[in-house]
């Protein structure tokens, strides 16, 4: 059954269509990967169903529900949690408190509470604390909690992140290029870690990726897009064969050049 | 610029720090600040605080030298002596200002008003014009170069002296209130009597005694301190809290005593610090520090919580309720207001912001002043005969009274601000300061919170305005000016932006200094331009900044250490936990070159 799917979505900046008539499925528990050459509208598209984007025409559809044009604070609180491209922590707040705030829509202290704090608002305090350490424990930062988000190693921010993203217990994770900027080592151990996440909490991956062996390692679907149009969808085999694919990534290296990256491999 | 002094000789460079340290002590002198001090004298009748002013300047100014051109290899002597020159340089150019002034005769006050007869007469030290200047080639030669012995001492002893010096100078500024206070009782007064000569400053056993004695209490503070921290952090867990809140107790117990033990002066000064300073710093903190909203117009909250409760009570405009029955509708009034400025805004951020509550803050106080609303607000003259507040028949009539309901009111507003910022709501504020869309995306509301920071925000300042009017007893419309909410913005950004204990620092040392100086009243936005402009310089975090509370540590993992970090995950370098200083330092320097930090595009 499908967790997420987009009916023909359309983005249009002014005269340019930077998604255009966009569809595909998620199924539950699958890791699936949006690739394409750079600017074929990939951001734009998570930023279309976490709701910074209104699409023109289409519809996303989530558990059932239509959740195009609602607020991203909303869509949160339905499930969707993403992590970012560059970067984007609470820089000058400490690991713990980043991992706490993911918590929010899990929380329900109002501000009365918050004032009063009555024994309900402290034991929600209280387990909201152990469940944040459980997190930290999870994407392997325990120990750094009180460490501010800017003094945090690069590879450490990328797991604060999806560390926050997972916070609010999402059903759906989208991640906008996790590995960027990693060394092969990492970017395995991440991999190795998604693919964890799924098997043991049973959560959906979408993700972003350039790198061709992250991409045809972990992901069991890939769509592709260029130009904002979805030119192929399938499994990593079909899409390492598959013709208009590996012209769209034609610009570079001519035809063997293309099928090895894709095939993940140095060309 | 670096690479350009370097190519001067050390000499040059100190005479060049001399001749840039000289422009703030010419500063003092011309704009009056010498002259105004010239009344509260140091030393007996002869060193009066103007001039100890100028010779802090260039007392700084030796120390800077040593700091930034001596090498360490060079001797003692070197580093002293880089120090003197350029405070001989400060001490030349005040000379060279009494030279034109004086002994060339050009008339200065046609353009600096302030450079008088009676200011050549203080920097001349009363002595001819030629001796004058010599005493300050050679006064700023000497303080030069005790600055740069305070650079060459070791940090203990450096510490040690600068807490003697800072301790008479504020006493020699305070001795009026150090006057009143100690008067009050029969062996304060001998105290007092022995300590100060009857018209001037500190006696010369007086002086000694208030230099060495805190100089010697820090001294064997900082001496003893480390021991001391240690034995505090041996102490069972149980303990150490007992110590604390035996501590917290003894403060409180003073606070108690604060009008009884100073009387009526310093409970005044203290009644402004608490109101003006305190609780309307405290409520722009959460809209400023903690939500990151910019508010210029916070006066507008204030002056409606005033006027909501003058009209309400004042008996001369057909109010007849008393001051807790009016206050609900005051603070009802400020949140309503607060609310309905929040909405409006809640699109706008950083610049646009400031701007739209700036003229709100101008639009409460144009409307209260316009004949056309004068039936209802009475219009430029402002309402009379709010009554006081009352407690159980008591009425809080005087300082010393009111100051029991402000600390009351302060402890509230402390508490309120202290619970919000560690809670679930305290938290989504930050998210919304460090990152409006990310917090979006964690799933927060952004038009609740935020119209809960300014809801909340305004309502302290209303419930800040309400005792203002009763504590006046009349308002006009002028009070609510932009003053107000630049004071209360500069108490923040003084005392460390979302700090509260920095909000108590900053009010103390903003609106408390000028309470009891009122010849520094007359410099005030002097003085907090050039106090902002150096904290941005050198501390821009502020002087409490805000620590945050390490919690995964503390709080938690009794039995479980740390200590599971695979090869991959080295330990992490000292300073690395909750360093907000760096932080704040850093978010400042890297301002301009954030877009560079060269993340894949």
Known sequence: ?267 | MRQRAQGKSPLRRAIDVGLIGSIPALLLALVGMVDAFSNRYLLEESVSTGQVMLAVVALIVGYLAARRISLPAQTVATKIGYGAVAGLMVGLVLALLLFIGEVVGINLRKVLVNASPALYEILAFNQAPAVGMLLLALMGTLLGALGGALFVMPARLRSAIITGITVIILLALLRDIVKLVFQQYEPTTALYRFLFTPNGGLTKIGLLLAFLLPAAADYVWSAGRPTLDRRYHALPDGTQKSVRWVGLAVAFILLLLFPTIFGRFPSEAMNNVILLGIMMGLGLNIVVGFAGMLDLGYVGFFAIGAYTMALLTSPQVGGGMNFWTALPFSLLASMIAGIILGIPVLKMRGDYLAIVTLGFGEIIRVLVLSDALRPWFYGAPGITGVPAPNVGGMLLNNPETLYYLLIAVMGLTLFISLRLRDSRLGRAWMAVREDEDVAEAMGINLVVTKLMAFATGATMAGLGGAIFAAKLGSIVPQTFNLLISVNALAVIIIGGMGSVPGVVVGALLLIGLPEVLREFAEYRLWVYGALLVAMMLFKPEGFWPDEGHRRELTEHDPEETPQAPGPADPPLPPGTVRDRAAVARADIRATHTEDEAGLDE
């Open chain 1, 1 to 267: 059954m499908s967790l997420l799917t987009c009916h023909h979505v359309t983005k249009r900046f002014g005269g340019l269509v930077a998604v255009n008539d966009f569809s595909f499925d998620v199924p539950e528990h699958s890791i699936t990967s949006v690739i394409g050459p750079n600017g074929a509208g990939k951001s734009t598209l998570f930023n279309c169903i976490t709701g910074f984007y209104t699409p023109e025409e289409g519809k996303v559809i989530f558990r059932g529900e239509e959740i195009q044009g609602l607020r991203p604070d909303i869509i949160a609180n339905k499930g969707i949690s993403r992590t970012y491209q560059n970067i984007r922590l609470f820089s000058s707040l400490t690991t713990l408190e980043n991992i706490m705030i993911g918590m929010h829509g899990r929380l329900k202290t109002g501000i009365i509470s918050a004032i009063l704090r009555p024994p309900r608002t402290r034991k929600e305090e209280r387990w909201a604390l152990e469940e944040s350490l459980r997190i930290l424990e999870l994407v392997g930062l325990r120990g750094k909690g009180d460490v501010v988000a800017t003094n945090l190693s690069y590879g450490d921010q990328r797991r604060l992140e999806v560390g926050r993203a997972l916070a609010s217990d999402p059903k759906l994770l989208f991640l906008d290029e996790p590995t960027a900027g990693m060394n092969p080592r990492e970017s395995d151990n991440l991999t190795n870690f998604i693919r964890e996440l799924r098997d043991n909490i049973g959560i959906t991956v979408v993700l972003i990726e350039h790198d061709m062996r992250v991409v045809m390692g972990i992901s069991e679907y890939i769509t592709v897009l260029d130009y904002g149009a979805k030119i192929a969808e399938g499994t990593p085999r079909e899409i390492q064969n598959n013709p208009q694919v590996i012209e769209a990534y034609l610009g570079t290296s001519g035809v063997e050049g293309a099928q090895a990256a894709l095939a993940g491999q140095e060309a």
